[in-house]
Structures are given as C-alpha cells and as structure tokens.
C-alpha cells in the first residue's frame, strides 16, 4: 500500500486551482502549477517555486481588476536557477504585498503581453545570486518596500526599471547597483511624483554617464557612495534629499553632483546633525541658480575637490555655513569656482 502512494505521488500531475485564499502547505509535488484566478487571495503558508513548480496568475475570475495577493509575511522561496517561475497572464495585473521573495531575480518573472506585477505594501525582495539584469520594470504601488540585496549586484536595464509611485517608498539595502541613468527624459530609476522616497541604505550605486532625479524625495542611511568616473548626479527634484544621522554620501573619484532644486530652494540638500556626512573624493560639488546652503553637517574632502557655483550675485551663492565641519586632511584641496561664501 506504501509503494503504490509513492507511484501516485510520483506520476500524478497536480493542478491545483486556488480561489479566495492562496493555499500552499508542505506540498511540493512535482509538476504542480499553482494557478491563481481570484481577485482577492492570502497566502497561509511559506512555498518554494521552481521550474516544475510555478505559480501562475490567471484571474478569470478576477475579470478587469487586479489580482492581489496578501503574503501574511512570509516567503516565496526561488530555486537558484534563472528561469521563469512566475507567470502572469497577458492583460492583468498583479499586486504583491507583505511577502518576502527569497532568492529573487528578475528572470523568474514572466509577464504576458499588457500583464504587470506591482509590488504593495512591506514587499521584501532579496536577490539571488548573480541576478540577471533588470530589463523590465518593477513598479512600487505601497510603503515599506525593500529590495536588499545583501551585498550582491542588480542591474538596471530598462526605462523605469525601478519605478515607485507617488507617496510610495522603496529603499534599497545592502547593494551594489548598476546602471543608473538618464538619457533625455527617460529614467532607469524614476519616481512619479513630489510625494514619492528613495531609501537608500548601505548602498554602492554607479552611474552610467548622466542621471538626473527630477522627482520625490532621497533619504541616507549608514554608508552610501556613487561612483563612477566623468559621471554626474543631478538633483532637480522639488523634493529633499537628507543624510540621516550616523550616516554619510560619498561621491567618489570623478563624480560630479550638481544641486538645482525645481523649487528654486536653497535648503532641499538636508544634514541632519553633525553626524551627517558629506564626502568627497576627487569629486566636485556644483549649484546653479538660487544656490544651496549647506549648514548643520560634517565634510571631508579627499584629493582635488571642486566646489562651483553658478550664482550672479552673492544672495546666489554657494553657501557653507559655519555650524557645517569641513576636514581638509594633508595633501587634500580644495577649489573655488564662482561665488562661494564661507560665513
């Protein structure tokens, strides 16, 4: 009786329909497809996906609307190969929200012709190992989203391939990023509106040329630098960009950042005490017109650093405020392009 379960377990193929609560126990049979067809679903229990074991978004029930999918806080874990393990249909689209993806690379997502994936609400991604690049977007619709990359690499491939909506936030942990960019209007990395943050948390980000934040908000958090030689970061954004105490923005050898704040604000480039730092290495620090105050922080500049300012006239000018501690260590300059108060 034993040997023929095993024979049934072995040969039968499971197609499991899950409506109203996406149910996933202990079971991992082999060439099982979950299909999800509801609008509204919960997950009751952790599953591993793979490429016999997916998870597909179909929601013939679920008609026009979204198909939503509420994690419970917990995982979807990958198989650590780079193939697709989540489908969803042509036409729909699917909201995630407090899940943690496990082992997470843009090539388990598979998206039918018109079909999106939006991530909601406290969605965790934690990326695989040596992560395929981002050719697509992933579009953050909630709060509290987080992609920790837990000190691997993603690549940006794509116009809005990390876009976040308006009065949405995503931080992003513990990674090296590449790819950020801007060419014309179009933006590897984009938020929607004022209202929209940027976390970003232990993070290493190169640039590829030219990028330019024309929306939201950036916060700083523990050590994050951009890098990149004969690059450029520019600040166009109404909103602020803050380094958070205890932690410090590091433009590094031949970057350029360039402060032009949309709300013509001369106090958006935010230091929240002295244990906020600024640093730059062989980089130069650039405002236009109506300048920038840069007050309340620290500041350390290493080798040759350029500090210009494009000010016609002094209520113009690049101002570093006294209460602002600059550290000029030995062998390190410092050069002043245009109007540059000290006071």
């Given at each position: 009786?034993?040997?023929?379960?095993?024979?049934?377990?072995?040969?039968?193929?499971?197609?499991?329909?899950?409506?109203?609560?996406?149910?996933?126990?202990?079971?991992?049979?082999?060439?099982?497809?979950?299909?999800?067809?509801?609008?509204?679903?919960?997950?009751?229990?952790?599953?591993?996906?793979?490429?016999?074991?997916?998870?597909?978004?179909?929601?013939?029930?679920?008609?026009?609307?979204?198909?939503?999918?509420?994690?419970?806080?917990?995982?979807?874990?990958?198989?650590?190969?780079?193939?697709?393990?989540?489908?969803?249909?042509?036409?729909?689209?699917?909201?995630?929200?407090?899940?943690?993806?496990?082992?997470?690379?843009?090539?388990?997502?598979?998206?039918?012709?018109?079909?999106?994936?939006?991530?909601?609400?406290?969605?965790?991604?934690?990326?695989?190992?040596?992560?395929?690049?981002?050719?697509?977007?992933?579009?953050?619709?909630?709060?509290?989203?987080?992609?920790?990359?837990?000190?691997?690499?993603?690549?940006?491939?794509?116009?809005?391939?990390?876009?976040?909506?308006?009065?949405?936030?995503?931080?992003?942990?513990?990674?090296?990023?590449?790819?950020?960019?801007?060419?014309?209007?179009?933006?590897?990395?984009?938020?929607?509106?004022?209202?929209?943050?940027?976390?970003?948390?232990?993070?290493?980000i190169y640039t590829d040329g030219y990028f330019n934040a024309v929306q939201g908000n950036m916060l700083i958090k523990n050590d994050v630098s951009f890098c990149g030689a004969d690059t450029k970061v520019?600040?166009?954004?109404?909103?602020?960009?803050?380094?958070?105490?205890?932690?410090?923005?590091?433009?590094?050898?031949?970057?350029?950042?360039?402060?032009?704040?949309?709300?013509?604000?001369?106090?958006?480039?935010?230091?929240?005490?002295?244990?906020?730092?600024?640093?730059?290495?062989?980089?130069?620090?650039?405002?236009?017109?109506?300048?920038?105050?840069?007050?309340?922080?620290?500041?350390?500049?290493?080798?040759?650093?350029?500090?210009?300012?494009?000010?016609?006239?002094?209520?113009?000018?690049?101002?570093?405020?006294?209460?602002?501690?600059?550290?000029?260590?030995?062998?390190?300059?410092?050069?002043?392009?245009?109007?540059?108060?000290?006071?």
């Amino acid at each position: 009786m034993q040997s023929c379960h095993k024979i049934f377990s072995v040969y039968f193929v499971f197609n499991f329909v899950l409506g109203g609560f996406l149910f996933a126990g202990p079971m991992n049979f082999s060439g099982s497809s979950f299909v999800v067809n509801d609008a509204s679903n919960r997950l009751m229990d952790s599953f591993d996906l793979s490429t016999t074991v997916t998870l597909q978004f179909n929601g013939t029930s679920a008609g026009s609307n979204p198909i939503r999918v509420d994690g419970s806080g917990l995982c979807l874990n990958m198989a650590r190969t780079l193939s697709p393990m989540i489908f969803v249909a042509a036409g729909k689209t699917v909201e995630l929200s407090n899940i943690v993806l496990k082992d997470f690379s843009p090539a388990h997502l598979m998206l039918g012709a018109g079909s999106r994936l939006l991530f909601g609400d406290n969605v965790c991604i934690q990326l695989a190992d040596n992560a395929n690049p981002l050719t697509y977007s992933w579009v953050f619709s909630g709060t509290g989203a987080v992609i920790d990359g837990r000190g691997k690499a993603l690549r940006l491939n794509a116009t809005d391939a990390l876009l976040i909506n308006d009065a949405k936030s995503l931080t992003l942990k513990d990674l090296c990023m590449y790819g950020l960019k801007t060419t014309g209007t179009a933006h590897s990395l984009r938020c929607i509106g004022v209202n929209s943050q940027l976390i970003l948390e232990d993070a290493k980000i190169y640039t590829d040329g030219y990028f330019n934040a024309v929306q939201g908000n950036m916060l700083i958090k523990n050590d994050v630098s951009f890098c990149g030689a004969d690059t450029k970061v520019a600040w166009t954004s109404p909103g602020r960009l803050t380094i958070d105490s205890f932690s410090s923005l590091t433009f590094d050898f031949g970057t350029t950042f360039s402060y032009d704040s949309a709300a013509r604000s001369r106090n958006n480039f935010v230091m929240t005490d002295y244990s906020s730092w600024l640093k730059l290495n062989n980089a130069r620090f650039h405002t236009t017109r109506p300048g920038l105050v840069l007050s309340s922080g620290s500041a350390s500049v290493e080798n040759a650093v350029i500090f210009s300012s494009e000010a016609l006239n002094v209520s113009e000018a690049f101002r570093i405020d006294r209460s602002l501690k600059v550290y000029v260590p030995l062998g390190a300059s410092i050069e002043p392009r245009g109007i540059i108060l000290y006071e």
